[in-house]
């Protein structure tokens, strides 16, 4: 069955350090992973996406994700982190042969000034 | 990115009624379309795929003859809540996937949050 993690309920990071979010995920085949951000009463929005070739995955507003394909992870990171960015953050899986998303279970980042 | 438009943002109706939620995708067609549930604080939870010209697929534990899709056109899934109790209430979002060269990246709408009195 395929399923995504995210160990993390929370992530507290203060402006203008590093920040990591958490996934792993289980899936046969080849994974299509993503990751998506939401604002408060907001849907979902892009963030970035890992289909195939280089494991370092550039997105928008600064965002990119590493997959490890032995460790069977996709963790998001930010250089410098904006107290703009605190929002819940989800990982998500689209298994090979399927259109829909399997998500985890979200991550709220909290940037403090 | 690709745009998907919901409608209403919110909407509040007594017991018993009936809502209908629209989802467009607006300079994209799908032929596929998602509908989710999200609960406060927790994750989504995909309740249907909507299939362009053809019947709705539904999770298991999603009541078909509750939640009636219809996927009417290549730009327009509804999502209606037949006789909505105050358990319906929620936020519900859509979801629309671009072409397979993409990985069929999803786009979502930004969700409409029913209260049912």
């Known amino acids: 069955a395929q399923s995504v993690a995210q160990p993390e309920d929370q992530v507290n990071v203060a402006e203008g350090n590093p920040l990591t979010v958490k996934c792993t995920y289980s899936v046969s085949g080849n994974p299509y992973l993503f990751w998506y951000v939401q604002y408060p009463n907001r849907g979902l929005q892009f963030l970035l996406k890992y289909i195939t070739g280089d494991n370092l995955v550039k997105g928008s507003y600064g965002f990119e994700a590493e997959f490890n394909k032995s460790q069977t992870s996709f963790h998001l990171k930010k250089p410098s982190a904006l107290v703009s960015d605190s929002a819940l953050y989800f990982c998500?899986?689209?298994?090979?042969?399927?259109?829909?998303?399997?998500f985890g279970t979200g991550t709220r980042l909290l940037v403090s000034p | 990115g690709a745009v998907v438009s919901q409608h209403p943002s919110w909407v509040i109706c007594k017991s018993g009624t009936s809502v209908k939620i629209e989802c467009r995708s607006l300079d994209f067609q799908a032929t596929t379309m998602f509908w989710y549930r999200q609960f406060p604080k927790q994750s989504l939870m995909l309740m249907a795929t909507?299939?362009?010209?053809?019947?709705?697929?539904?999770e298991q534990g999603v009541e078909k003859d509750k939640f009636l899709i219809n996927h009417a056109s290549l730009t327009l899934s509804t999502l209606t809540v037949t006789s909505a109790h105050p358990e319906d209430s929620s936020f519900y979002i859509c979801?629309?996937?671009?072409?397979?060269?993409?990985?069929?990246?999803?786009?979502f709408g930004p969700g409409t949050r029913l209260t049912v009195t």
């Open positions: 998500a899986v689209r298994p090979p042969g399927f259109q829909k998303l399997v």
């Open positions: 909507s299939n362009e010209g053809s019947k709705a697929t539904y």
């Open positions: 979801s629309a996937p671009l072409s397979y060269d993409t990985g069929y990246e999803q786009y």
